[in-house]
């Protein structure tokens, strides 16, 4: 028995490694964002910082690890064979549920998670326990604490609502004064905006760092703790910090022309960082340390029954080992750096706060359109009663240096004094929070904050507001999805281990393991497509030669995937396979995925390609091409899923033979076109034109066939709207496919000519 135990707790160490992992690769965008999008340091300096406040704030979470053994439920109402399930359950559903999220990109609230996950294990442990006793479901009150899950809802919907507009009243008055041109503003009021931000960002460290950590009650005079003391003498703190950090300030800027708001960045993002390490570490290791803790307990009792052995020892005050919380800080600190995962989840937060254009993540949602259009309305009626001089001097102060953001993927996507007030409000708000004991969360308000910010920024203007606000929406229905989530498969998981047994815990640990390498493989999928439109992706840094062999390989990857879109169709149609015809739909949809982002990426990069305006006008013609080309087989294949998908009749023998031949001759033609592209071979274009006017003259062909056997009756309506709605959406596709040709010959052209130039 002791074994089975011993084996537990080794599976929820291991869990707690995993679940360091995956945490703090969605919990990095709390602290990362704004530095790494406003581009305010190098990588590796802003990793130094990130890593110095983890490590630091690793060692003060040793008071926070009491949510995890008596915060939910009451552990006085339950014998140790049921924590340790309780505590199984949640480690195995908090590393699918996190790991998922990361997959995805989505940031999500490990606290939450942490918190749904315990309580809906403890519910569902409580349940079986008061139905073998014979009890009711009302004695349910007596084993969970209900307010704390009560009091974390309401934390959710104030974090979301106060943090947001915080943020965006904070950041409209910063932009009045300093504008976007802020730094002339900033040689004269830069030193007291970073004394103010510093003070304010040492008050957090100061009530969020030093409250319920270790170090709180450290005697430091008189008997006094170190916490009591904080809190006694916090306003001489503040004053006198900001008295000293505006003429440190000011001396080194003279001095040494300090960048004031890089630095206080860099100060911000040590303290969020120290503040997560300091908060969040319970999420991953507070499980399965009460779990240690326990099965430590019952060892020392003699290893008793332990369906018999109460967990009332869980109630009291147990303190940390500092070399477990150095030992895990050491390990989020490596995730933090070397996790892809946890770029992924940044880059989302930071395209919905960007403040140029470019490829949206997220498509525009009902929701978001009436929210816009009604705030238009609004804008518009508040614009008329203004006087139009005073409407004409605030829309300078908000008026951006457009070209500092649309400069590709080496161009900060917000500058340093949003990211400086986004630190500084998210602070201050979870310094508060935390002051007066509200259950905030990091990443909500983190989050929200930079939402508020981009809004008064005017980031969310009309060409891209519908789309950042349904991202928004969509991040916090992931929020409540977390909770809803976490609290059902918890509750699950926890039930089957208690009526099945031990066995169960096994399956579980396969089935979370299975669950983990599928949503890796499927993020490294997704990665690879990136990368591969990355390197299609112009950019300022490319020469003629590269800005070529990027186009060439552009049109060779468009028409390679079109001639197996339409082969593949065809002949899964014929043979009526409609599991190779839904892959058709896939491919098919990642080459309009791909036409679209190459479009509406087309305004950055044609301002990249140094040659003449001729040479911007013939790649704008290739992906233009390209994106009707992919239209034309969008309207080729959906029919033909549709008719197979119904199953309708098949087509007669006479058709099958006809569209054979036709997807011959297409496959030729596409395998020409390429070996055409690849080997720049433009004078061979007319032998292209040639072979497609001959399949044109085979179309017609097919057509005339086509309206003899609907004479003679061969068949009925809905074969023949499909026969010709497959001719007529070749003809059309062969038409983009010629032209898209001749736009990259155009292209390669008038681009070669700088090459020869004296």
């Known amino acids: 028995m002791e074994n089975i135990y011993l084996i537990i707790v080794v599976i929820l160490f291991t869990l707690a490694i995993s679940d360091l992992f995956v945490g703090v690769s969605n919990d990095a965008v709390n602290f990362l964002n704004s530095a790494f999008g406003s581009k305010a340091a190098p990588k590796w300096l802003i990793f130094l910082m990130a890593g110095m406040g983890v490590l630091i704030g690793a060692t003060f979470s040793s008071g926070m690890m009491e949510v995890a053994r008596k915060g939910i439920f009451h552990p006085d109402m339950f014998v140790f064979s049921e924590i340790m399930v309780i505590f199984l ?448 992706t112009i950019t300022e840094m490319d020469g003629t030669e590269k800005v070529m062999e990027k186009c060439r390989r552009l049109v060779a990857r468009s028409v390679l995937m079109a001639n197996k879109i339409y082969s593949q169709s065809i002949e899964s149609f014929l043979d009526e396979k409609r599991s190779d015809l839904k892959e058709s739909l896939t491919l098919k949809e990642n080459l309009n995925k791909k036409s679209k982002k190459q479009k509406n990426r087309v305004l950055n990069t044609i301002s990249k390609i140094e040659e003449d305006v001729d040479s911007g006008h013939f790649y704008v013609q290739v992906v233009d091409y390209q994106r009707e080309l992919a239209h034309s087989l969008n309207f080729l294949v959906e029919p033909l899923y549709e008719h197979v998908n119904n199953n309708h009749k098949p087509f007669v023998p006479s058709q099958v033979d006809e569209l054979q031949q036709l997807k011959n001759s297409i496959n030729n033609f596409y395998d020409f076109a390429v070996q055409l592209i690849k080997e720049n071979k433009f004078a061979s274009i007319n032998d292209l034109i040639k072979q497609r006017d001959d399949i044109l003259v085979r179309l017609e062909l097919m057509e005339i066939s086509q309206i003899k056997r609907i004479k003679a009756g061969e068949i009925n309506t809905r074969n023949s709207v499909l026969f010709f709605n497959i001719i007529s959406e070749t003809k059309n596709m062969l038409l983009h496919a010629i032209n898209l040709i001749k736009a990259h010959r155009d292209f390669i052209t008038v681009t070669r000519k700088k090459l020869v130039k004296p």
């Open 89 to 536: 359950a949640v480690m195995i559903t908090d590393v699918i549920l996190l790991d998922t999220f990361n997959t995805f990109g989505m940031p999500t609230s490990t606290t939450v998670s942490i918190v749904f996950e315990l309580l809906g294990s403890a519910v569902a442990v409580s349940l079986v326990k008061i139905s073998n006793l014979g009890g009711s479901w009302s004695e349910l009150s007596q084993y969970i604490n209900s307010e704390k899950a009560l009091a974390i809802i309401t934390g959710i919907l104030l974090s979301v609502l106060i943090a947001f507009t915080v943020g965006a009243l904070v950041q409209y008055i910063t932009r009045m004064i300093f504008t976007f041109n802020y730094r002339n503003n900033m040689k004269f009021f830069g030193a007291l905006y970073g004394g103010l931000s510093i003070t304010a960002i040492t008050y957090f460290i100061l009530i969020k760092g030093i409250s319920g950590s270790a170090f709180a009650e450290i005697e430091i005079s008189h008997g006094e703790a170190l916490g009591e003391w904080v809190s006694n003498n916090t306003g001489k703190l503040l004053i006198f910090s900001f008295i000293f950090w505006s003429i440190f300030l000011q001396l080194l800027k003279w001095l040494f022309n300090l960048k004031i708001l890089q630095l206080i960045v860099l100060v911000g993002t040590f303290a969020l960082a120290m503040a997560f390490a300091g908060n969040d570490l319970v999420n991953f290791i507070g499980v399965p340390l009460a779990g240690f803790s326990s099965f430590k307990t019952w060892m020392a009792a003699g290893a008793p029954s332990p369906e018999g052995f109460s967990m009332a020892v869980l109630a009291g005050k147990v303190s940390t080992p500092t070399y477990m919380l150095v030992i895990a800080g050491l390990i989020m600190v490596t995730t933090l750096i070397f996790s892809k995962k946890a770029q992924s989840v940044i880059n989302t937060s930071v395209d919905l706060a960007r403040q140029g254009e470019g490829a949206e993540r997220f498509n525009s949602s009902m929701i978001a359109r009436v929210l816009v259009r009604s705030f238009s309305r609004f804008h518009n009626s508040v614009k008329n009663v203004i006087p139009p001089t005073l409407v004409e001097k605030v829309h300078a102060r908000f008026e951006p240096a457009s070209s500092e953001y649309n400069l590709g993927d080496d161009s900060p996507a917000f500058d340093k004094l949003r990211a400086s007030v986004n630190l500084l409000v998210a602070s201050i708000l979870i310094a508060i929070g935390t002051s007066f004991k509200l259950p905030l969360s990091t990443t909500y308000v983190t989050f929200m904050v930079a939402m508020g910010t981009s809004l008064s920024d005017k980031a969310w203007g009309r060409e891209s507001a519908v789309y950042r606000i349904s991202g928004v929406f969509a991040v916090i229905g992931g929020w409540f999805l977390t909770a809803i989530t976490a609290f059902s498969i918890a509750g699950i998981v926890a039930w089957i281990i208690s009526v099945g047994g031990m066995v169960m815990i096994f399956v579980f640990i396969a089935l979370a393991v299975f669950i983990v390498i599928r949503t890796q493989i499927v993020f490294k999928k997704r990665s690879t497509n990136e990368l591969f439109e990355d390197d299609e």
